[in-house]
């Protein structure tokens, strides 16, 4: 009760002190202290494994983690993304203590974990568990490290989670401006701008995997850190004979080529998004530039927080962006960027782009206000010493130092820089490390819409980021003008037979309801769907699921998916495929087969479902279905082709259609079968509705 009393007083005390100032910026603030750094106990191993060891009492849980020499930068040519997958499967795939699946069930039970990672320029693996079980945690995580198996199938899943990231890294025009900035600041060249392709992938093997790890995680290319509620003298002892029999092997990391592209505009063109996204910047600096102190506080002025140059101008007082920031950008090991990241309405692309270089220009022109210095730095300096707040950051940092080689009281030194932060060093530091006319400008976005070409910031260079896809091979079969002739002449009885008046010739709006049963494995889900094709580049698609409804809309104005009150820029990879939905249709197939040109190629007669059947190859913009035609009245059948699913794997599709129905005059398959590699759905339609009244509202 005492104690409760006291704090109370305390409580009272504050809101007092507090409350006789009328005006916030005279509240006096204590002067934040430097971070209290407890540097940890360093060993090194006979076989080169350097250790830092920190005792923790607060709480019974011990950590550990071990840094790598190593990552994508070593990837080698022709198999990017090797040494994530590495980073990956040493834990998922198992080790010869234990089998992935195993180890998370085993794991879980104690409430721990162990993590294996990759990056650019390091990888590694973690640990943490309560102090009870630090000798079987420790254990697994030896093995982790020492003799991961890379099981196959583990390894398999991880590719194909790789393979289907590829598929999607261009659905966020956001991540894609900042991808393609980043390569062009290190040059294409550079292993750091090195993609992952499918490719690549596929390319990697088991003995890959197993060749890089033993090439690249050896003691004497490590640094260890484990901390928590330990005894030093016996965590010393134990990490000595648990890491007794590794074997070292001198290796390097390859010197990084960085040489950026040209300075000028790279764009990127996206349809159906509403803003652009637009970075404009060039190569930075490492952190132990010893002005690193003056460009943290430079780079907090001009974009790093609410009091910012770029906050106040570009968000408050225009309203051009919601959260404009930028700064020169730093790492530990290689260059950082200077970059400012704005995201605007497509109409102010070019003037978002004006007034930041005006920011930065201004900045080296007349420096910054005492006020807008002391707000940054003391903002900058009270967010720093959180940094350090607990053993488990300081021990994180110095394993940190001690991996890069950066001296043990880098902290102290940049804490007294920051301090010690002038206005001039702010002027001198954005002339000397900021270079506006050579920086590189990279734009995602609709140029239709722009406020101003791009073309007045320089030249501009249209970027392609289209995503490389296995080729799909058809079966050799010969095309001559006969089987051309046949084929399309097939084609066209089959549609006629379909549409004897040519209604399809004059469709504009094509509206289908249906219910479908998707099954993958044991999973079902059943799906009510409305898809409205406007021809020829429009469609409107809504699924109500048991989770609910999503509508998604692509025209050549936008492209989104709307789910209750929400909506959000529909990916890329959806937009594609609702696109081909609208170049398979109906109406396209009857353009297609009474158009003047023989396109459609009769590739054999055979048997279908106990039918004789004509298989015809139909080209249907990118995609080629082989349509699948009775012989005895032109019935379709069917459809059988290939396509690429969302993880880049190639497989194979078909389609039977049944009990066609007459829709005004037009006859359609009432029910389908389908099929796309492991997926099928039964499809029933409900009802066709061609042309329907106020049909375009189906698209706002």
Request: aromatic fraction near 8%.
């Amino acid at each position: 009760m005492k104690r409760i009393s006291i704090f109370l007083v305390a409580l009272m005390l504050t809101a007092v002190s507090f409350a006789q100032v009328k005006d916030y910026h005279k509240i006096k603030y204590p002067t934040p202290k430097a971070p209290q750094i407890v540097k940890p106990f360093q060993f090194k191993l006979k076989n080169g494994l350097t250790i830092l060891l920190l005792e923790d009492h607060e709480l019974p849980i011990v950590s550990g983690r071990i840094l790598f020499h190593t990552g994508s930068v070593a990837d080698p040519a022709g198999k990017t993304g090797l040494a994530a997958l590495v980073g990956d499967t040493m834990r998922t795939a198992g080790n010869t203590l234990m089998g992935g699946d195993q180890m998370d069930d085993y794991l879980e039970s104690m409430a721990a974990s162990v993590e294996s990672f990759a990056g650019d320029t390091s990888a590694g693996v973690s640990f943490r568990c309560l102090k009870e079980n630090a000798d079987k945690v420790m254990g697994l995580f030896q093995a982790t490290i020492e003799t991961p198996v890379f099981a196959e199938k583990q390894v398999n899943v991880s590719k194909e989670q790789v393979k289907s990231a590829i598929m999607r890294r261009n659905d966020n025009p956001q991540g894609i401006a900042g991808r393609e900035f980043s390569r062009r600041v290190y040059g294409l060249h550079s292993p750091l701008s090195a993609m992952e392709e499918l490719a690549t992938v596929k390319a990697i093997t088991i003995q890959d995997l197993k060749t890089f790890h033993g090439k690249w995680y050896v003691p004497d290319n490590a640094v260890l850190a484990v901390w928590g509620d330990l005894n030093r003298k016996e965590m010393e002892k134990k990490l000595t004979e648990l890491f007794r029999d590794w074997k070292p092997a001198t290796v390097k990391l390859p010197t990084l080529d960085i040489h950026s592209e040209k300075p000028g505009v790279y764009f990127v063109h996206r349809d159906g998004v509403t803003q652009s996204n637009v970075i404009i910047g060039h190569l930075g600096q490492l952190r132990n530039n010893p002005d690193f102190p003056a460009m943290a506080i430079f780079s907090r002025l001009l974009g790093g927080g609410f009091e910012s140059r770029l906050m106040k101008t570009v968000r408050r007082d225009m309203g051009l962006s919601y959260s404009p920031h930028g700064g020169i950008g730093t790492n530990w090991d290689y260059p950082g960027a200077f970059a400012i990241r704005i995201n605007t309405k497509l109409g102010s692309t070019a003037k978002v782009i004006e007034v930041a270089k005006g920011i930065v220009s201004d900045i080296q022109k007349n420096g910054v206000t005492d006020e807008e210095l002391n707000l940054s730095r003391d903002a900058y300096i009270n967010s720093f010493v959180f940094q350090f707040d607990s053993l488990d950051k300081i021990i994180r940092r110095a394993l940190t130092y001690k991996f890069y080689d950066y001296p043990e009281n880098f902290t102290e030194t940049l804490f007294n820089g920051l301090k010690k932060v002038t206005r001039d060093d702010i002027k001198r530091v954005a002339n000397k490390y900021v270079h506006p006319d050579k920086a590189l400008i990279m734009v995602v976005g609709d140029e239709s819409k722009f406020d101003k070409p791009l073309s007045e910031f320089g030249p501009v260079t249209t970027v392609d980021v289209t995503i490389p896809k296995p080729e799909i091979k058809e079966a050799a079969v010969t095309a001559t003008q006969a089987t051309l002739k046949e084929g399309s002449d097939i084609l066209r009885k089959a549609i006629d037979k379909l549409d004897p008046k040519h209604k399809l010739d004059k469709v504009k709006i094509w509206q289908i309801k249906a219910k479908t049963l998707v099954q993958q494995g044991e999973q079902k889900m059943e799906l009510n769907t409305t898809t409205s094709i406007r021809y020829p580049d429009s469609i409107a698609s809504e699924m109500t699921t048991p989770m609910g409804a999503v509508h998604m809309i692509v025209t050549p104005e936008k492209a989104v998916m709307v789910m209750g009150p929400n909506s959000r820029p529909l990916p890329s990879a959806q937009a594609d495929s609702l696109k081909k939905r609208i170049t398979t249709s109906l109406p396209m197939l009857a353009k297609l087969a009474r158009g003047e040109k023989n396109v459609a190629n009769l590739t054999k007669t055979g048997d279908f479902q106990g039918q004789t059947a004509y298989f015809v190859l139909v080209p249907l913009g990118e995609k080629k279905d082989t349509y699948i035609i009775s012989k005895k009245d032109f019935s379709i059948l069917g459809t059988t082709g290939k396509e690429v699913d969302q993880t880049g794997s190639v497989i194979t599709t078909s389609s039977t259609w049944k009990d066609f129905h007459e829709y005004d005059g037009i006859l359609f398959p009432t029910s389908m079968k389908q099929t796309a590699g492991k997926v099928k759905a039964d499809i029933t339609v409900e009802s066709v509705i061609i042309n329907p009244e106020n049909g375009d509202q189906l698209f706002n």
